[in-house]
């Protein structure tokens, strides 16, 4: 495929599969719990209610706040799969994550400020590891782009197991999952009414959150490809496993406190992937 043409799959089916895979995860996760679960395209009928919903308004900034949270996001992987700088587009996914920041905090509400200031958080517990990954997978390689990855002989999983597992514990905090669900979640009834970080949006606004989510776990499984580059299809295979795994721990954890998920995940990035790098710099010399 050309890039044009990737980028345009990324465009069209990336809300698709993000859609498919939460509908996957509420039908796993209600057996989990001994119950039938909703059908698997439930969040489609979900998200399309929410944009015939009036908007319940807040502040005048919130909804263009998310709307550039949903193209950011987007951006992210267009800019991922089109052949643009990896690095480069791991501060547009920083950015569009700030969006939502903003969004939230410009409400009135104590909910949505605490889940702002948690949801800064999450940025600063994930982020630094989707950076030191990229500059990883560049330096095994020697490539910056998506194409030059997937066709460098070298295979990135093999000389970065150390950064594959850390990637899988950071997936928690980005897939909202237990017990990292600190500024809000997804799927759980209990915490549908107060949700930290979306208490105060309404109707579309709630559309635009969840569209952008759907685009960040499209973006999450390119990067489980990227770790596979020698094979797409076991990439995507290992992000299927990788994503029933992070439903169990889901469904087996209860909530940790804000201080135990920025000092787990910063000590993950720095032994596992930081200690990754480093090795292959040692070796190198």
Request: glycine share 8%.
């Amino acid at each position: 495929m050309t890039p044009a043409l990737l980028v345009l799959v990324f465009v069209v089916l990336g809300p698709v599969l993000g859609g498919l895979l939460a509908g996957a995860d509420r039908i796993v996760s209600a057996r989990m719990q001994g119950r039938v679960g909703p059908p698997l395209l439930q969040p489609f009928y979900d998200v399309g209610k929410l944009f015939q919903k009036r908007v319940r308004r807040v502040n005048p900034v919130a909804e263009p706040l998310l709307i550039g949270h949903v193209v950011f996001m987007a951006l992210a992987g267009v800019l991922v799969i089109g052949g643009g700088d990896l690095i480069f587009a791991m501060f547009v996914l920083a950015l569009a994550a700030l969006f939502l920041v903003l969004a939230a905090g410009s409400a009135d509400s104590p909910y949505s400020n605490v889940g702002a200031e948690r949801e800064l958080v999450v940025l600063l517990a994930s982020e630094p590891f989707f950076i030191l990954m990229m500059a990883a997978i560049c330096k095994v390689t020697g490539e910056s782009t998506f194409s030059g990855v997937m066709d460098s002989p070298v295979r990135v999983a093999v000389e970065l197991p150390g950064a594959l597992l850390a990637f899988l514990f950071v997936i928690t905090i980005k897939l909202r999952k237990s017990p990292f669900d600190i500024s809000t979640t997804h799927h759980h009834p209990h915490q549908e009414l107060v949700r930290g970080l979306t208490s105060d949006l309404s109707g579309r606004q709630l559309g635009w959150v969840e569209l952008a989510h759907w685009y960040e776990c499209a973006l999450l499984a390119v990067f489980v490809v990227l770790f596979f580059n020698w094979s797409a299809p076991l990439g995507i295979l290992a992000f299927v496993v990788a994503y029933g795994l992070e439903v169990l721990v889901d469904n087996s954890t209860s909530r940790a406190k804000w201080q135990l998920v920025l000092r787990s995940a910063w000590a993950v990035t720095l032994v596992l992937a930081g200690g990754n790098l480093l090795a292959l710099y040692v070796v190198g010399v």
